[in-house]
């Protein structure tokens, strides 16, 4: 009796053994071991151009299909299908409740919106804000001893990521791209963001946040033309938790970065609100 | 030894005689010896750089002025121009529509709407700029508008035109220790400055960035613009490195400002579609 029972706990046992993944294959990509090119001073060298391979659009950052068709209806444009919410599993932005009637009316608005701020303010030229510009468009990454440069082409936004171990900026400057700091784990570059201003939005149909947004974001180099970008959102003021987008990153061909001038010639609101068509600034060219 | 000439003499002695006795070649040695420099050997120009200077407001000489709107203490700085010889050759056409924006630059100065500046502009709006380089490519980062200029240099020419950018394309080469820009491919939208100094599309630029010591930049743009002056014309000015500890750049996104901002302008008047 007693040995019979011994084995049929063990074979369970073994059974439920064999059921666990090894924990080579639960590693993330993340977690792989490998040895990039370094930096004159150390740092694994991410220098170059890049851009998203995750299928995301800036149109909606939730709901997929839906906004898929709807997207398509009102601009005639397909969208895309990627949904970089990963954490909460359902991919949905875990609001308080009492944040998400705000959601749902400026998610509303967004189609004719009553007032210019309830107009994607990126539509209205103004700035990403973060992790937005991560998914909007391709960048330039630079690396120094004690800062990194990010250059992107679009709305000619850019970011100086301080690694020096200096403070952010104090608490009541408040900016639309925040003030980032980062310092290396390993392969990954972690970069603070803090000092974010309430105005952007994480996508055109109005996911919003307050000033009390923190981005913390994860850069993990994972081969020589891959970065794995895990940003965790947090705002205590509207989310019932942190959340977590990611979206994976490809090393692009080097080419020219431009103009890219979003603000000269924006005719979002003109068209929203029916204004006058008038050239904006009167011009000396003939 | 700092400020003084290598000479290769075999006795120390030797060495020490010439630097004394050549103090003006070793101040001017000195420079070009003390200033920052990359790992090839160029003159390393990152850091974060901002004028002190009134050209913002007017290129040329400026007197002291009430701010022209509701806080009138809030006025002009009186400025020696930045222009050499303080003329700039307009032709008369050229003359007559920059008086004509000058009285009505409350409107009709590219700034109200917080527009990209152009070049020179940029450069000495009131805000610090942040420098990066590598041996091929510089970027300038400037605080005004988050605006961006791509140095290229790398030998490469200009693209083929036509073509209109506000900030144009800028190509630079070392001649020595002093970068030189050509910048090309402008639209006629830009002012030099707010007291209504314009030119066309067909403006080309020369800058000359040289060091005149580890924190002060030399700038000096020769401007050629056949359609809009008589001659090409020179502006120069100082650079001077933000040393203050843990200085950094901030945000002006003035375009998202009430007021200037689309639809919340005073004259703006709002027709919201009705939702389907």
Known sequence: MKTYRYVSVLALLTAGLLMLPSYAAAQTAAQKRWDPPKTQDGQPDIQGFWGQRSDITTYSIQAGAIDREEHTRLGGQATQFGRPIIDPPTGMIPYRPEATERAKFLNAQHRAPQKPEYLDPVSRCFMEGLPRLIYQGGMRILQYPTYIVFLHEWSHHFRVVYLDGRPPAGSNIKMWMGDSRGRWEGNTLVIDVTNNNDRTWFDIVGSFHTDQLKVTERWTFTDPDTIEYIATIDDPKIYAQPWKLKVDLGRNKPEEQWESAMCEGNKAVHVAFDLPFEHEVPTNAK | ?276
């Not at chain 2, 090839?40 to 004028?51: L, T």
């Open chain 2, 1 to 276: 030894m700092k400020g003084c000439m290598t000479v290769r003499i075999a006795n120390w002695i030797m060495t020490a005689v010439v630097c004394a006795l050549m103090p003006a070649a070793a101040a001017a040695q000195g420079a070009a010896q003390g200033i920052p420099r990359t790992a090839d050997g160029k003159p390393d120009m990152s850091g974060i750089w901002q004028v002190m200077n009134g050209a913002s407001w007017n290129i040329q000489d400026q007197n002291a002025e009430p701010a022209p709107h509701n806080w009138p203490w809030l006025g002009i700085p009186a400025s020696k121009g930045v222009v050499e010889g303080n003329e700039i050759p307009y032709t008369p056409e050229a003359r007559a529509k920059k008086d004509a924006n000058f009285k009505n630059r409350a409107t009709l100065d590219p700034e109200v709407s917080c527009f990209l500046p152009g070049v020179p502009r940029i450069t000495y709006m009131p805000f610090p700029f942040q420098i990066v380089q590598t041996p091929n490519y510089m970027a300038v980062m400037y605080e005004y508008v988050h605006t961006i200029r791509h140095l290229y240099v790398d030998g490469s020419d200009h693209p083929e035109g036509p073509i209109e950018w506000w900030m144009g394309d800028s190509r630079g080469r070392w001649d020595g220790d002093t970068l030189v820009v050509s910048v090309k491919h402008f639209n006629a939208d830009t002012w030099f400055d707010r007291a209504g100094n314009h030119h066309s599309e067909e403006m080309t630029l020369v800058e000359r960035y040289t060091f005149v010591d580890r924190d002060t930049i030399n700038y000096e743009v020769t401007v050629t613009d056949p359609k809009t002056f008589t001659r090409p014309w020179k502006m120069s000015m100082l650079l001077y490195r933000r040393k203050e500890p843990n200085f950094q750049l901030l945000e002006f996104p003035c375009y998202a400002f009430d007021g200037v901002s689309v639809g919340t302008r005073p004259k703006d008047v709002l027709k919201p579609h009705k939702p389907e």
